[in-house]
């Protein structure tokens, strides 16, 4: 009976695990034209990233966005391969340590408040402008 109970938490953890944004391979980096944003689904910060974030796509519709849960193992590699290319991220965190964690155009921004909308808006707004 304790075996099966175990198993049935670790069948559920997985499905935890798996469930929400579709984990991406190491080797399947988003490119710097894409807006990366790695979060936990529930966090203050988290959820107000995502909600600008959402205004941000209707403004600016070829803004493509890829989310990645960290509740989801496969994410981290991504994310730990990510930081790896970066000396120090921006916003409230240089060594990434808060959620949200945005990549966008070659720039990492650890956590979300109003400084980071702002310069995150920049380079949105800067990457939607025709190349002259």
Same mark, same amino acid.
């Given at each position: 009976?304790?075996?099966?109970?175990?198993?049935?938490?670790?069948?559920?953890?997985?499905?935890?695990?798996?469930?929400?944004?579709?984990?991406?391979?190491?080797?399947?980096?988003?490119?710097?034209?894409?807006?990366? #944003?790695?979060? /936990?689904?529930?966090?203050?910060?988290?959820?107000?990233?995502?909600?600008?974030?959402?205004?941000?796509?209707?403004?600016?519709?070829?803004?493509?966005?890829?989310?990645?849960?960290?509740? /989801?193992?496969?994410?981290?590699?991504?994310?730990?391969?990510?930081?790896?290319?970066?000396?120090?991220?921006?916003?409230?965190?240089?060594?990434?340590?808060?959620?949200?964690?945005?990549?966008?155009?070659?720039?990492?921004?650890?956590?979300?408040?109003?400084?980071?909308?702002?310069?995150?808006?920049?380079? #949105?707004?800067?990457?939607?402008?025709?190349?002259?």
């Amino acid at each position: 009976m304790t075996r099966l109970i175990a198993g049935m938490i670790v069948i559920g953890l997985i499905g935890a695990l798996a469930s929400g944004c579709t984990p991406v391979s190491p080797g399947d980096l988003p490119g710097e034209d894409t807006l990366a #944003i790695f979060h /936990n689904g529930s966090g203050p910060m988290c959820l107000e990233a995502l909600a600008w974030l959402e205004t941000m796509q209707a403004e600016h519709p070829d803004l493509v966005v890829e989310e990645y849960l960290t509740t /989801n193992v496969a994410n981290l590699a991504t994310l730990s391969e990510l930081k790896s290319q970066y000396s120090q991220s921006q916003g409230l965190s240089t060594t990434f340590g808060y959620l949200p964690i945005i990549f966008f155009a070659g720039q990492a921004f650890s956590g979300f408040n109003e400084d980071v909308q702002t310069a995150l808006g920049a380079l #949105i707004e800067a990457a939607g402008e025709p190349s002259s």
